[in-house]
């Protein structure tokens, strides 16, 4: 835990990392270098070989008594830290989302429904690359899968290659005379001809309220689903 100094008396702030004790530096120094609190990087100033050091290798003992007041966090692992493994990549899910393992295929694509927004699923997906770029796979990832989904009345309303290298896509479709949206997102890998996508089939009603859910319990190596996109600028694209 990382106290920040407030600039308003009787306001208190704070900053704090938990993680699996062997990889507490690691943790330590990922969180240094990709958060910030405005604009001041994460725990700045602490040395994470030092820190990791007064641990000897163990975990730290101390009180185990929880202070009354302060923050309270969910419990960690079950049903609110779940993951299946995709590819290599570790597909978190919390309680908002349930994992159907009838449908994907093991080690290649798993789908999740939502809890809160029936008929409305979030996948992800490991498949042979395509093309050169992220886009292009997309888009070749999209004809495929829309041939293959049964969707009929299909419409691209935007797509994008993101300053990151991630490229996304929207749609309008229709599934069971139902309209629907799909908003595929397409993750960069590191490893030539690998292609890995985020792929959302939500009731039209519903994009915005799943596309937010999905952002806030899904991740895939610990970054939000849809982690570049903005929910609400997407629905403003379908007008509604």
Request: negative net charge.
């Amino acid at each position: 835990a990382y106290a920040d100094v407030a600039s308003e008396p009787g306001k208190f702030r704070a900053q704090i990392l938990i993680a699996d004790a062997g990889n507490f530096d690691a943790a330590l120094a990922d969180a240094q270098a990709s958060m910030q609190v405005d604009g001041v990087f994460a725990f700045d100033g602490l040395d994470p070989a030092a820190i990791s050091a007064l641990l000897g290798g163990g975990a730290a003992t101390g009180a185990t008594t929880p202070a009354t007041g302060g923050l309270n966090l969910p419990p960690l692992g079950g049903a609110t830290g779940q993951s299946v493994l995709v590819g290599g990549a570790t597909v978190g899910y919390t309680e908002a989302w349930t994992y159907d393992p009838s449908i994907g295929t093991e080690g290649e694509s798993a789908f999740f429904s939502s809890v809160a927004n029936p008929g409305a699923i979030f996948a992800y997906a490991w498949v042979a690359e395509q093309s050169v770029d992220a886009l292009g796979s997309l888009q070749e990832f999209n004809d495929g899968f829309f041939s293959s989904f049964g969707a009929t009345n299909v419409l691209l309303i935007a797509e994008e290659t993101l300053p990151s290298g991630h490229a996304w896509s929207l749609y309008t479709a229709s599934q069971g005379g139902a309209p629907i949206v799909v908003l595929s997102y397409a993750d960069v890998t590191t490893v030539p001809g690998e292609f890995r996508v985020q792929v959302a089939i939500v009731p039209a009603a519903s994009f915005q309220a799943v596309v937010t859910e999905a952002q806030q319990g899904l991740a895939v190596d610990g970054t939000a689903a849809f982690a570049e996109l903005d929910a609400a600028q997407l629905a403003a694209l379908l007008g509604g």
